[in-house]
């Protein structure tokens, strides 16, 4: 018989990259690789960090943005990037601070967690595999050809439905506009963590809460269900 949490909320789905894992020296080294078969130069870690958001297209779009190109096409070097980032998934990546003790937590107090992300669904698997955290999520949506990306709701609504829980009964935890504006047309309570990649602060995406650790998330629940009532979330 499955444990259920004895308070508020009933599932927990994060984000991914920026928010559970710091894979932004991986994707910066499949990126440099793909733009060096094309003559062009490297970018830092830092740099790739403010190109991360909106699945592989939008990385390799910025990219050539970037670097002021318009004249290479964009699906063979996301082909490229994904074919290169796929050999070394997670030699550089890492947890961030705290996020197995968190998953262990939340996992063992009955939440019910999912993950829902804009990397590719295949490399999502494998990435949860390779830093022995998959175990922890009932039910994962990654970037498929065809089917919507966040911000659409529709990714996190799949999620929700396969992990049986109605959106007032659950948070999404993530580290971007995207994320927020994913939750928010959910009807799903949103918090940001201050560490991630987005390039807006924290505070300016507008989430219901935020934190600058993956520890202080259970304090959050606590401090979401006192300020409001969580059937108060809608789109």
């Known amino acids: 018989m499955r444990r259920e949490p004895e308070d508020w909320p009933l599932a927990v789905v994060f984000d991914l990259d920026g928010t559970l894992i710091d894979s932004a020296a991986d994707i910066a080294h499949a990126l440099n690789r793909a733009l060096g078969m094309r003559n ?17 297209p939008k990385l390799v779009e910025r990219a050539l943005l970037a670097h002021g190109v ?9 082909a490229d990037f994904v074919q290169f980032y796929r050999q070394n998934l997670t030699v550089r990546t890492t947890l961030y601070e705290g996020a197995v003790e968190l998953l262990e937590r939340l996992k063992g107090e009955g939440r019910r967690l999912g993950l829902c992300t804009n990397k590719q669904h295949s490399l999502t698997v494998e990435t949860l595999n390779q830093l022995g955290i998959a175990k922890y999520f009932a039910a994962v949506a990654g970037e498929r050809a065809g089917s919507p990306r966040k911000p659409d709701p529709a990714p996190l609504l799949g999620v929700l439905a396969e992990l049986g829980a109605p959106p007032q009964s659950a948070v999404m935890v993530g580290d971007s506009a995207a994320d927020v504006g ?14 991630g990649y987005s390039q807006i602060a924290a505070a300016a995406l507008h ?12 304090q959050s629940f606590a401090a979401l269900k006192a300020g409001k ?7």
Request: glycine content about 10%; charged content about 15%.
């Open 207 to 218: 989430s219901d809460a935020v934190i600058s650790s993956l520890k202080d998330l259970p």
């Open 40 to 56: 062009l130069p490297p970018f830092s870690v830092g740099q790739v960090k403010g190109m991360v958001g909106g699945g592989v």
């Open 70 to 78: 318009s004249d290479i096409e964009l699906l063979p070097l996301a």
């Open 182 to 195: 994913c939750a928010r047309a959910a009807g799903v309570a949103s918090v940001v963590v201050d560490f």
């Open 229 to 235: 009532q969580v059937s108060e979330w809608k789109a």
